[in-house]
């Protein structure tokens, strides 16, 4: 190697090159593929609607991850190894638009407002790399414990089944239903002494649904989470890394051997096609919604701030104010990006910059290389109909240990936060903990409240990360503390 070359811009032969990268690919692959499955089948999309979801997903994971580490003008990327995928912070609130409206138009509505949210998340990037005295460990610790336990009712669903449609924990009882229709029908018959059914009459669901905690499901579920804790017991390195993905394969083998999964989608499903943008129709702005996209996004940026400044000193080239900028302006593009290719908001994978730590390659054209891997997949729709077959129950083992293992890092940031010195960073958890669990807990704490602030008080995440800084604020001022945030994010790449 020519000792002029910084380890970052180190370019390995090509057959190096395309191992690391695939390597880089299957360390986040698992956790690229959730969000859209999440959100797909949250707005009841067809199962051909989600594979797109997931191949425009793959491919935009892949340009913006190109832009991240290549770099494109003097406005975008900040040129170190990092891989770029949806963030689980945005699920939440999408999660809440998609059950507020279902369908094609909640699509549209979601990705108005990531487009929206990208827009200003670019012309902002600037300032909020001078953010950071507002989200010091105590603060980003909380959020990300917040998010995770959010997302845990997500992965218990998926084992058991969800608690409204066809795998509800109770149906109606097939004899009241008979009897209600034909008392209907009495009512409504000429000359009739009963008066009309009532507008709305709906009856209770008192039966339990069979399909509802399927034993063979948990059984799978069981399997695929055994499987996860076996790999991470006794495997070395890479796969030890992948431990998720094993997991998922062999509950998907699994699944297919008893029946649960088929492969028709897989087969209708075209080798290859492109992606194109507004696949849902042109999106739908809500100014709400927007302003509840761009403050997950502000705590995305915030973030990936820390892990920018982590990585910096962990592969020696140093992060300066410019370059920060850079990079998380192209967090805002990269959302852009995922808001009119019909995906999601993007930030860089904690996962992948520890794998940074753990091979010590630096260079970034190994994840400029993951970046081509991610694009080609992105134009395979067979792979993307082969993920969406795949049981919920499948999915499920594997949510219980992605979505905890977000939680799981919010508490070792937290771990590092001086409670013993400070007992207000203790209160300052708690009660944010606490706030962020209404939505949770007691979904219709809102029903009196005025319908334009319902977006903006029902994600948990988003009432937690104003708590927790204005707590924080309040207690501790706003000291600026870098090394503390470096600390945090070191803590945070080590799942």
């Known amino acids: 190697m020519d000792t002029t070359t910084h380890p970052v811009d180190e370019r390995l032969p090509a057959g190096q090159l395309a191992a690391l990268g695939v390597q880089h690919v299957l360390v986040m692959y698992a956790g690229a593929v959730a969000?859209?499955?999440?959100?797909?089948?949250?707005?009841?999309?067809?199962?051909?609607?989600?594979?797109?979801?997931?191949?425009?997903?793959?491919f935009c994971c892949g340009l913006v991850t190109l832009i991240q580490s290549l770099g494109l003008t003097q406005w975008f990327g900040i040129r170190l190894p990092v891989m770029m995928g949806v963030t689980f912070a945005a699920v939440a609130?999408?999660?809440?638009?998609?059950?507020?409206?279902?369908?094609?138009?909640?699509?549209?509505?979601?990705?108005?407002?990531?487009i929206g949210a990208g827009v200003i998340s670019m012309l902002i990037a600037p300032a909020v790399s001078r953010l950071l005295r507002f989200f010091p460990p105590v603060v980003t610790g909380t959020?990300?414990?917040?998010?995770?336990?959010s997302l845990m009712r997500i992965g218990?669903?998926?084992?058991?089944?969800?608690?409204?449609?066809p795998t509800a924990p109770s149906v109606v009882s097939p004899e009241h239903a008979q009897w209600l229709a034909q008392a209907t029908a009495a009512a409504g018959a000429p000359g009739s002494a009963l008066p009309a059914a009532p507008k709305g009459l709906a009856l209770l669901p008192s039966v339990p649904n069979p399909k509802y905690a399927d034993l063979h499901g948990v059984a799978i579920a069981g399997l695929v989470l055994l499987t996860i804790l076996l790999v991470a017991k006794f495997a070395r390195g890479f796969v030890a890394n992948i431990s998720v993905l094993i997991g998922i394969v062999v509950g998907g083998v699994v699944a297919a051997a008893f029946g649960l999964m088929t492969f028709d989608k897989v087969a209708k499903a075209a080798w290859v096609d492109v992606v194109l943008p507004f696949q849902f129709g042109i999106p739908t702005f809500d100014p709400m919604l927007i302003l509840t996209m761009t403050v997950v996004m502000i705590v995305v940026m915030i973030e990936s701030t820390g892990m920018f400044l982590a990585l910096g000193e962990m592969t020696g080239r140093t992060v300066d104010q410019p370059a920060l900028a850079r990079g998380l302006r192209t967090d805002g593009l990269g959302t852009l990006l995922g808001g009119i290719f019909n995906t999601f908001p993007y930030t860089s994978f904690s996962q992948n910059v520890g794998l940074v730590a753990v091979t010590g390659v630096r260079s970034r054209f190994v994840c400029a290389a993951g970046g081509l891997v991610l694009l080609v997949l992105g134009l395979l729709p067979k792979m993307a109909a082969l993920v969406e077959s795949l049981p919920t129950v499948v999915l499920g083992g594997a949510g219980l240990v992605m979505f905890g293992m977000v939680a799981a890092t919010g508490i070792r940031i937290l771990a590092g936060v001086d409670f013993k010195g400070n007992r207000h960073n203790a209160l300052i958890v708690a009660i944010a903990i606490g706030i962020g669990m209404i939505p949770l807990i007691a979904p219709q704490f809102k029903q009196w409240m005025p319908g334009a602030i319902h977006p903006l008080i029902e994600s948990g995440i988003l009432l937690s990360s104003v708590t927790a800084v204005l707590l924080n604020l309040f207690f501790n001022g706003a000291r600026e503390d870098k090394a503390a945030v470096v600390l945090a994010a070191r803590q945070a790449e080590a799942h």
């Open 143 to 149: 959020i990300i414990a917040v998010i995770g336990i």
């Open 156 to 165: 218990i669903n998926w084992i058991f089944g969800n608690p409204f449609g």
């Open 35 to 58: 969000v859209p499955l999440i959100i797909g089948r949250a707005l009841k999309l067809a199962p051909e609607q989600v594979a797109m979801l997931i191949s425009a997903d793959l």
């Open 93 to 114: 609130p999408m999660v809440s638009m998609a059950n507020a409206t279902p369908g094609v138009e909640g699509a549209r509505l979601i990705f108005g407002a990531i």
